[in-house]
Every structure is written in C-alpha cells, then in structure tokens.
C-alpha cells in the first residue's frame, strides 16, 4: 500500500528547532514534487514549502529564512527543517505529494 508517513513533530519551545521527517513507499515521490501543508487550529490548511524531484525548492514567504526544504531521491524521505520557532508556527504538518497526504504531524510551541 502506497503512504507518506511523517514523524518529527512534538513540543518544543519558541526559538527552538525541529526537523520533520516525510517517508514515501513505493514510487510515490518519484518524477513528482513534494510539499509540506500545514493547519493551525482554527486555521485552513496552508502552503509552507514545496521541492521539485530535481531539488528545486519553494518556500512560501511567510516561512523563507527559517524554514527549508530538502529531500533525499535514494531514500524516498523529504524533510522540513524548522528553525527559529515560534507559537504561531503550532500547526499539524502534513506531506503531499500528487494526491496523496500523510496523517499529519503535530508540531507546538509552547514555553
């Protein structure tokens, strides 16, 4: 069965960091962009950031500076580093790719 599975997400006070994790079974990732969605709550689901199978990256403005976007074509993973984090970044975080989502990751911080 073809999924995107993220992992990463957890509590973590401002200013601080995470990474998160996008794994891909199968060839899900293959040929195609993947992108990182988000949710606050209360909140619609938003772009954050977008990579191209060659590695082109897009991170939309609001983000650009402290997040990025890398992936990893051999191991089918993409990966959200997130820097500088504050409590309005509290949100579930969630893989995309063609028409495939992953089940979220929950990301808040807190102090």
């Known amino acids: 069965q073809e999924q995107l599975v993220e992992s990463g997400g957890g509590l973590v006070q401002p200013g601080g960091s995470l990474r998160l994790s996008c794994a891909a079974s199968?060839?899900?990732?293959?040929?195609?962009?993947v992108a990182w969605h988000r949710q606050a709550p209360g909140k619609k689901r938003e772009l954050v950031a977008g990579?191209?199978?060659?590695?082109?990256?897009n991170v939309q403005a609001p983000w650009k500076g402290r997040f990025t976007i890398s992936r990893d074509n051999a191991n089918n993973t993409v990966y959200l580093q997130m820097n500088d984090l504050k409590p309005e970044d509290t949100a579930v975080y969630y893989c995309t790719s063609r028409w495939y989502w992953g089940q979220g990751t929950q990301v808040t911080v807190s102090s």
């Open positions: 199968g060839s899900i990732f293959s040929g195609y962009v």
């Open positions: 990579i191209s199978y060659s590695g082109t990256t």
